[in-house]
C-alpha cells in the first residue's frame, strides 16, 4: 500500500513533469501547500488523461468516479495518488462536490461539444477550470466568501485563454469550442483557415477573458499572505499568455503560442518582490 509521503512524492513528480504552467506557481508556496497541490494537479492530470487520448473511455471514466467515490469514504484504491489527496481534502477542508465535478467536466470531453450560446460554453469552463480554482484557493487559503465568486471568474478567464490558444490542436482533435452563435455573428464558416472572421471572434472571446480576469484580480489580497505571490503569478503567466496571443494578432493556426520558461522564471521573480497583498494591485511591466 502506498504510503502518503510516498503518495505526495508521486504527485510531485506528476506536476514536475506534466504542469507547464501550474508547477512554475507552486514553487512560491510554503512545503505543505506546494505538496497538496501537487496533489490536486496530480488528480486532476489523471482525470483529463482519462478523458482524452489513449486511454480514454467512458468505462475508464466510470472507474475512475467509482474509484473517487470510495476514497471518499475511506477506502482508497490502489492508485497513488489517493493517500495524498485525501490527505489533502481532510487538511484543507476542500468540499468533495469540487472533486466530483472535475470528472463531470472532463468526462464531458468524450464526445463532441456543440456549444450554442456563450452561456453553454461558460458552464464548460466552470467544470473543467473553475472548479480547480475553487479548489486550490482552499490550498491557498482564505476567510472572505466573495473569494469564491471571484476563483469562479478567474478559472473562466484562464480556460478561455486555453480554449484561444489551442483552437488549432482541439481542430485536429475533432473538438471545437466556439460557441456557434458566436460564429454566425462573426461569419466564420470554419476553423480550418486563420480567416480575418475567425481573429475578430477570438479578440471577442479574448476580451470576455481580459474582463474575467480584471474583475478577478482583487482575489489575490484575499488569499492568506503566504500565498498571494503563487496565486499573483498564475494569473501573470496566463494573463501575458493572452497579451502574448493578442500580439500575433490572434494566428493562433501555425502553430502554439506559449511563454518561454526564462520568462516564466521571470514573472516569478518579479512575484516574489510584487505588492500582491493590495487587491487590484498594477501588475508589474
Known amino acids: 500500500m502506498t504510503t502518503t509521503a510516498e503518495s505526495y512524492a508521486y504527485c510531485e513528480g506528476v506536476a514536475r513533469s506534466r504542469a507547464r504552467n501550474f508547477y512554475w506557481s507552486f514553487l512560491l508556496l510554503p512545503k505543505a501547500k506546494r505538496r497538496a497541490m501537487c496533489a490536486v494537479y496530480a488528480f486532476m492530470r489523471e482525470c483529463d488523461d482519462l478523458s482524452d487520448g489513449e486511454r480514454a473511455s467512458a468505462e475508464a471514466m466510470a472507474g475512475w468516479r467509482a474509484d473517487l467515490d470510495r476514497a471518499l469514504t475511506g477506502e482508497p484504491g ?35 461539444h456543440d456549444f450554442e450560446t456563450f452561456d453553454e460554453l461558460y458552464r464548460y469552463c466552470y467544470l473543467v477550470a473553475s472548479v480547480v480554482g475553487l479548489t486550490i484557493i482552499h490550498i491557498f487559503g482564505f476567510d472572505d466568501p466573495a473569494a469564491l465568486v471571484l476563483a469562479e471568474k478567474c478559472g473562466v478567464a484562464f480556460q478561455l485563454t486555453n480554449i484561444i490558444r489551442d483552437v488549432a490542436e482541439d481542430r485536429d482533435e475533432g473538438r471545437v469550442y466556439l460557441p456557434r452563435e458566436e460564429m454566425r455573428r462573426f461569419g466564420v464558416e470554419s476553423v480550418k483557415q486563420n480567416s480575418p472572421e475567425l481573429r475578430r471572434l477570438l479578440e471577442s472571446m479574448a476580451g470576455r477573458a481580459r474582463a474575467y480576469y480584471e474583475e478577478s484580480r482583487p482575489l489575490i489580497g484575499m488569499m492568506h499572505k503566504d500565498s498571494r505571490a503563487s496565486l499573483w503569478a498564475l494569473v501573470e503567466i496566463y494573463s501575458r499568455l493572452l497579451d502574448r496571443i493578442a500580439a500575433s494578432s490572434y494566428d493562433v493556426l501555425p502553430k502554439r503560442i506559449r511563454l518561454s520558461s526564462w520568462e516564466k522564471a521571470w514573472i516569478l521573480v518579479q512575484a516574489q518582490f510584487h505588492d500582491s497583498g493590495i487587491p487590484g494591485g498594477r501588475r508589474p511591466g
Open 78 to 112: 490502489a492508485h497513488p495518488l489517493w493517500p495524498a489527496l485525501m490527505d489533502t481534502v481532510e487538511r484543507y477542508q476542500i468540499p468533495h462536490r469540487y472533486l466530483i465535478e472535475m470528472i463531470d467536466g472532463v468526462e464531458s470531453d468524450l464526445k463532441a
